[in-house]
């Protein structure tokens, strides 16, 4: 998650938000959301979850924006950029993929070689999977 702190009135809207998109109801799930990232701009989950009722309503455009957000306010979750390289590959947005910085994958490589893991030069299946990444959206 980010360094900003959540006030509880942010804490609320957020778990209200998140019971409305759980019933479906999109357009009150939405409004909340906005309010969340005017108030509080650098949490990550407001855009998640706005990528996520994008993505349901079909609007697969907005849904990519939107988790591009969350993934840069939250850098070191790779669940997150696995995800947007999913979807922008889905998409036929590569371009998406190309612009997220390599940074996840870098603090990766260094966290296994420092833990002693993986192959030869600390190579890790996440690791080479980054690689290929970065070796796919170069091309």
Same mark, same amino acid.
């Given at each position: 998650?980010?360094?900003?702190? /959540?006030?509880?009135?942010?804490?609320?809207?957020?778990?209200? +938000?998140?019971?409305?998109?759980?019933?479906?109801?999109?357009?009150?799930?939405?409004?909340?959301?906005?309010?969340?990232?005017? /108030?509080?701009? &650098?949490?990550?989950?407001?855009?998640?979850?706005?990528?996520?009722?994008? @993505?349901?309503?079909?609007?697969?455009?907005?849904?990519?924006?939107?988790?591009?957000?969350?993934?840069?306010?939250?850098?070191?979750? +790779?669940?997150?950029?696995?995800?947007?390289?999913?979807?922008?590959?889905? @998409?036929?947005?590569?371009?998406?993929? +190309?612009?997220?910085?390599?940074?996840?994958?870098?603090?990766?490589?260094? +966290?296994?070689?420092?833990?002693?893991?993986? &192959?030869?030069?600390?190579?890790?299946?996440?690791?080479?999977?980054?690689?290929?990444?970065?070796?796919?959206?170069?091309?």
């Amino acid at each position: 998650m980010s360094t900003q702190a /959540v006030t509880p009135q942010v804490q609320q809207m957020l778990g209200d +938000a998140t019971m409305k998109f759980a019933f479906r109801d999109f357009h009150a799930a939405t409004a909340l959301l906005l309010e969340v990232v005017r /108030v509080a701009p &650098g949490l990550p989950h407001p855009y998640q979850t706005l990528g996520l009722i994008y @993505e349901e309503m079909e609007q697969p455009k907005k849904a990519l924006k939107l988790y591009t957000m969350a993934a840069q306010l939250s850098q070191r979750d +790779a669940q997150q950029w696995r995800h947007l390289a999913s979807l922008a590959t889905r @998409e036929n947005e590569i371009a998406q993929v +190309a612009r997220a910085p390599a940074r996840p994958c870098a603090r990766r490589r260094r +966290a296994a070689r420092r833990r002693g893991k993986g &192959g030869r030069s600390g190579e890790t299946v996440a690791s080479r999977a980054c690689a290929r990444r970065s070796t796919r959206s170069a091309a």
